[in-house]
């Protein structure tokens, strides 16, 4: 028959287990493992944000440079930026604020460029604050609110309702970025005029990225 001591024993290896349990959440918050053993951290998107933001800056220099630019091209970047700032308000649970087509100016957009990038290093450094303070000084069992594993709520262009976890948005964001800054690329050396050089590697590099 088990003992006080054992009893004692018992109910502080169940309290050491609570708190492997909870480390081990909030690590998988912070750091998710693909399914091919890689990792995604939110130190990653911080820099990805970051490559995104220096090459919305060298493509909208670039297309200072050489203006006058088709409204074609600066719409596709005005495009780049409104639609981050409408999957920021999706995550942030706020009303859409501007078109994702918007008719922007070269200027309109530097502008938008810079407010867009502090709001997600804003975001991004708010999410790993909250879970580092939930990892020193509660010892819950759930995750705090705010992580790459939220799903956000939102219905898309057409009306449709979707459900999207916050790590797939950032993803989508960055890519759609890339996607939309290459047929800018296209655009511009068709027409003569020279495009921004925004490979990420030139970037790392160059030291422009951390």
């Not at 409204?71 to 930026?81: F, K, Q």
């Not at 867009?116 to 069992?141: C, E, I, N, P, V």
Request: aromatic share 10%.
């Amino acid at each position: 028959m088990a003992g006080v001591g054992d009893e004692q024993i018992l109910r502080g290896a169940t309290s050491v287990y609570h708190r492997i349990v909870f480390v081990q959440r909030c690590h998988s918050a912070l750091r998710r493992v693909s399914s091919k053993g890689g990792f995604v951290d939110i130190k990653d998107f911080l820099r990805m944000f970051a490559y995104d933001y220096w090459a919305n800056r060298e493509c909208l220099a670039a297309m200072r440079a050489a203006e006058p630019v088709s409204p074609d091209t600066v719409g596709r970047m005005a495009h780049i930026l409104s639609a981050q700032k409408l999957w920021l308000e999706r995550i942030l649970k706020q009303r859409q604020s501007m078109p994702v087509w918007p008719g922007l100016t070269i200027d309109d957009c530097v502008a938008l460029a810079e407010e867009m990038s502090s709001a997600w290093r804003s975001y991004l450094m708010q999410l790993t604050s909250q879970l580092t303070t939930q990892f020193t000084t509660q010892l819950g069992t759930h995750l705090p609110p705010g992580s790459l594993d939220d799903q956000v709520e939102y219905r898309n262009s057409k009306g449709q309702a979707w459900s999207s976890r916050v790590e797939d948005v950032l993803t989508h964001v960055l890519f759609h970025s890339a996607y939309h800054r290459g047929q800018i690329a296209l655009q511009m050396r068709a027409s003569g005029m020279e495009p921004a050089y925004t490979d990420f590697i030139h970037a790392v590099r160059q030291g422009l990225v951390d």
